[in-house]
């Protein structure tokens, strides 16, 4: 039968189509994200450093739902929060995911932990129910964007792990309706020249992605069947993937570089804050 509600195909909506004069809008502030003329787009920004840190292993480190409490629990008794201020406990995850992803490429590119370059986190966030109207749970097309947090090493590296998952937060609080529009007239223009659109990195590989594949994979049925596992294949040394663990017990994060990187963020990531 058909799903309740039907799918929404309407992929654009009429105030995302105001189409500008070609060139008139420039790219929203905090929108990491380039535009190139058409044919083959240059290398990412990060090409120089990939002999030294790509690698062929991956890294599993398991977070059960006890130990993610406890992390919390336990960040909270250090450095207190009081309302209005607020930061989930996945922010709090992607707090240290960053910070051991960071420790572990300054420590591949002999970067100080003192340095001032900057260091960025790029997350998802699902924007069906910030726009204006909202665009509901059945709109069918893309309705994630990326949301960035930048600082710099030195910064995140000296901070407590409730300041990084507060900045955190702060990005995604930051991202309105208004933010859906401007992005979406920007790519638009870009895209509708014919230009090609990505992800703007850098030259260190100190921008990371956090892709957190937060679905009921538990519940998806083949052939009668459900599925023993879930994994994934974003296989890059820029990229950590988070994925629910069977029975709703917390995350598996993963992460891939070198052997050594990966016995270096796996510390970082059980050993560092005193939880195992």
């Known amino acids: 039968g058909q799903p309740d509600p039907p799918p929404d195909h309407v992929r654009l909506r009429p105030e995302w189509e105001a ?26 920004e990060f090409a120089g450093v990939m002999p030294k840190i790509m690698g062929t292993r991956v890294v599993l480190v398991p977070f ?5 409490a406890s992390l919390k629990e336990s960040a909270l008794a250090r450095d207190p929060v009081a309302p209005p201020l ?57 309705g994630v964007s990326q949301v960035w947090t930048r ?7 000296s901070s407590s792990l409730t300041s990084v998952a507060l900045k955190l ?3 995604l609080s930051e991202h309105q309706p208004e933010t859906v529009v401007a992005r979406a007239r920007w790519l638009l223009q870009e895209q509708g020249s014919g230009r090609r659109t990505r992800l703007e990195f850098d ?17 998806v049925v083949f052939g009668g069947e459900k599925p023993a596992a879930f994994d994934h294949g974003a296989h890059t040394p820029i990229v950590s993937v ?12 993963y992460c891939s570089g070198p052997q050594g990187s990966l016995e270096a963020i796996f510390n970082e990531l059980r050993g560092g804050d005193g939880v195992v």
């Open 19 to 44: 189409r500008p004069e070609p060139g008139s809008l420039a790219r929203p502030e905090g929108f990491l994200m380039n535009s190139f003329p058409p044919g083959p787009p240059p290398p990412p």
């Open 64 to 68: 059960g739902k006890a130990l993610l």
């Open 86 to 142: 607020f930061f989930s406990t996945d922010d709090l995850l992607s707090a240290k995911i960053w910070s051991a992803l960071c420790k572990a490429r300054i420590a591949q590119l002999g970067i100080p932990e003192d340095s001032e370059l900057e260091t960025t986190m790029a997350r998802a966030c699902n924007f069906r129910g910030r726009t204006e109207p909202k665009l509901g749970e059945s709109y069918f097309a893309n």
């Open 151 to 157: 600082t710099t090493v030195k910064d995140l590296l």
């Open 169 to 171: 937060r702060a990005s």
């Open 203 to 219: 030259e260190h590989a100190l921008t990371f992605i956090q892709s957190n594949w937060g679905f009921d994979w538990e519940g």
């Open 242 to 253: 988070t994925v629910p663990r069977a029975g709703g017990d917390g995350s598996n994060v």
